[in-house]
């Protein structure tokens, strides 16, 4: 996260305020129609792929906890999703859900057992060359708790808040811009 820290090689990236408009407070993203990226959101996850970054979706969804969608509602959405990608050349390497109600369960941000299950999955994950990217503190802390670096997105006009962040982005596509020019740093 630093100028000459070693390239990163997996982002971990959440959903909702990241990638797609994140719903109001105590609503959530129901089914496809929904689901709507943010501006920039779908080239920079392009960026990302074209560079050989692996890119790993690490969301919490209480929603199937309350009874307010089902899993196949949420494997709709995460459907609609790869198709908004695609149609801008970008994919998903994987995706990780937490669909649990808070305190029950080991995977709901801010703790990290979604980053941990891809770092399971995925051997060649180190998360000294990885990076959690969310607008929320508690996607902060779930990457600082996995030992990646941590991006917090804070768009213009949202109140700042302390952050244990090692860096404050404007949105993701800043973010990746940021973190792909750095990992350049090194070279001639
Ligand atoms: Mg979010
Ligand atoms: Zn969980």
Partial sequence: M???????????LDRDGTLNVKPPDGRYIRC??????????????RELNAGGRRVVLVTNQRGVARGLM???????????????????GAFLDAVYV??????????????PGLLK???????????????????SESDVLAGRAAGTGTVLLQGP????????ADLVAADLRTAVGLLLTSSKGGRA
């Fill in 2 to 12: 630093k100028a000459g820290q070693a390239e990163v090689r997996t982002f971990f």
């Fill in 70 to 88: 089902t899993s196949a509602d949420l494997a709709a959405v995460h459907a609609r999703l790869a198709t908004l990608l695609r149609g801008h």
């Fill in 98 to 111: 937490c669909p649990h109600e808070v305190g029950e369960c080991g995977c709901r941000k801010p703790l």
């Fill in 157 to 164: 006009g949202k109140p700042r808040e302390n952050t244990v």
């Fill in 32 to 45: 496809p129609a929904e689901l709507v990226l943010l501006p920039g959101a779908a080239e920079a996850v």
């Fill in 117 to 135: 299950a891809a770092m399971r999955d995925f051997r060649d994950i180190d998360p000294a060359d990885s990076v959690m990217i969310g607008d």
